[in-house]
């Protein structure tokens, strides 16, 4: 069993909507719920690791993204499931908001996110798992150590079928619920 599990949230958790900064403009995917209900119930922190560029395109501030987060977990509340914790990085070094315009160390597919969760939580990287449904995230969790799991919802298909990186992911699963019974088995 995984000692902690960081989670992609677009495409992962909720319908991937493009730049959606409202849980009104997109639902929890179904099984997602459920998923992290069953990592909960097993006292495996949930951890949302998410870039969320749109704040660097100027398509919405970043306070935005609590109030995101306050919807998505609202919903998972419905399931007796919760989220331990959200990182999530506004940044992308082409944007068009010059404060959120910079290559930094959190924007996957680099580790930082998963790093200063681990930081932060007193989590060994070696003992957890990245679950996501892009290959940043796979190569994210790779380079934090972290066995992976690419999912085919969201972008997950698509990336699955046009692999590119030299490393693959410890594991393929249809959603998040397939992702959670394989960690968990």
């Not at 290559?103 to 996110?113: H, L, T």
Request: hydrophobic fraction near 40%; proline fraction near 6%; aromatic fraction near 6%.
């Amino acid at each position: 069993m995984p000692e902690a599990v960081f989670i992609d949230r677009d495409g992962t958790i909720v319908e991937e909507v493009g730049y959606g900064s409202s849980f009104d403009e997109t639902s929890l995917i179904p099984g997602a719920a459920g998923a992290i209900a069953r990592l909960n119930e097993r006292a495996i922190p949930v951890i949302v690791i998410s870039n969320q560029a749109g704040v660097a395109r100027g398509y919405f501030p970043e306070s935005n993204i609590p109030r995101m987060h306050e919807g998505i977990a609202r919903a998972l509340r419905k399931s007796s499931a919760h989220v331990d914790a959200w990182y999530w990085c506004p940044h992308l070094p082409e944007g068009q908001v010059d404060e959120y315009a910079i290559d930094c160390d959190c924007r996957k597919p680099k580790p930082g996110m998963l790093k200063k969760a681990a930081h932060d939580l007193h989590l060994d990287l070696s003992n957890c798992a990245m679950i996501g449904d892009k290959a940043s995230d796979i190569e994210a969790g790779e380079r934090a150590l972290c066995r992976t799991v690419l999912v085919l919802t969201g972008h997950g298909a698509e990336e699955w079928s046009s692999w590119k990186l030299p490393m693959k992911p410890s594991h393929v699963a249809p959603d998040l619920a397939g992702a959670v019974d394989w960690l968990i088995n």
